[in-house]
């Protein structure tokens, strides 16, 4: 994976609509997840639903790092 400086970063992908709708998901399963853990009291289900939005966010940020690779790789060769 390239690393890529955080300024070439935000302007390889400020204009990338699939940037930032991933992005926007990871954002909202960070909000979800923060949610659930804020109850003292888990249910099995709420467990699940917990594993599944950490999958979740975890194959969102994949996706996003991913991506800036990609854009990378064609902007810097």
């Known amino acids: 994976m390239a690393i ?3 300024d070439l970063r935000e302007k390889i ?3 990338d609509p ?3 709708k991933l992005l926007q998901e990871h954002s909202q399963y960070a909000a979800q997840l923060e949610q659930i853990t804020k109850s003292p009291y888990l249910s099995s ?3 699940i639903e917990e594993i599944t939005l950490k999958k979740m966010k975890l194959k ?3 996706a996003i790092e ?3 690779a990609r ?3 064609r902007v810097l060769v």
């Open 18 to 20: 699939e940037y930032q």
């Open 13 to 15: 992908l400020n204009g």
């Open 71 to 73: 854009l990378a790789h």
């Open 60 to 62: 969102a940020k994949d």
């Open 45 to 47: 289900e709420v467990l």
């Open 66 to 68: 991913q991506r800036v």
């Open 4 to 6: 890529v400086p955080g």
